[in-house]
């Protein structure tokens, strides 16, 4: 499976295109504002995108929603607690930042609890939840990989000032979902470069215990 990155929207957030190394088939995980170059890349390798997956419902990850399943016709998966983000741009945040144009976008076509396994691309997405940056974070685990959307980042955390977050509940879920698999782990993450878990095991000073 090829993982392309493309870096969207003006707060640099990461948006993921997974297809299938045959091709024919894709994924694309949390949209940013600005797709172009995102869709650009699906029409080149003339993918069908089997879904839309959101780590969680904050404008600058779903900026692009809407002209990534219009284009596409691919279906939306969202957690049950941001069901409503995204349609209500106070809660999703794009109605609480000056110059921010305010993001709306349709209801999901699948709500997520947790504990599902989806599978794509001949692969199997475990849905775990893991909440403190927002109530509805998820973050999609294969057994080589995750995809933490602002769970973890690397070496620092996601913030937890904004409606919903709550720093105790993060950490939580950091230490004690992201941090039990293995080392080799590779971590993309909503922004920034791609780590692993034992790289933030030994480093990221969130986890070591150096800051808190």
């Not at 699948?110 to 849905?127: C, Q």
């Not at 070496?155 to 904004?162: K, N």
């Not at 692993?196 to 215990?209: A, D, F, L, S, W």
């Amino acid at each position: 499976m090829h993982v392309e990155t493309f870096t969207l929207g003006p707060v640099m957030t990461n948006c993921y295109l997974l297809y299938k190394a045959s091709g024919g088939e894709g994924l694309v995980i949390d949209p940013g504002s600005g797709p172009e170059k995102l869709l650009h890349r699906i029409r080149e390798l003339d993918l069908s995108i089997q879904a839309v997956l959101l780590t969680h419902a904050h404008f600058d990850h779903i900026g692009g929603l809407e002209e990534v399943r219009q284009e596409t016709g691919a279906p939306v998966y969202v957690h049950q607690e941001e069901t409503e983000w995204l349609t209500d741009p106070r809660l999703n945040g794009s109605g609480l930042f000056p110059g921010v144009e305010p993001v709306t976008c349709r209801e999901a076509d699948h709500v997520l609890k947790g504990g599902e396994t989806l599978s794509f691309l001949g692969h199997t997405f475990e849905v775990v939840h893991t909440p403190g940056h927002s109530p509805g974070s998820v973050t999609y685990v294969l057994p080589n990989q995750v995809y933490s959307g602002d769970v973890l980042f690397a070496g620092s955390i996601g913030r937890t000032d904004l409606p919903g977050g709550d720093y105790e509940t993060l950490m939580r879920s950091i230490h004690d979902v992201l941090m039990e698999l293995p080392e080799e782990t590779t971590v993309y993450s909503g922004h920034g470069p791609v780590t692993t878990i034992g790289r933030e095991q030994e480093t990221n000073p969130y986890v070591t215990g150096m800051l808190g």
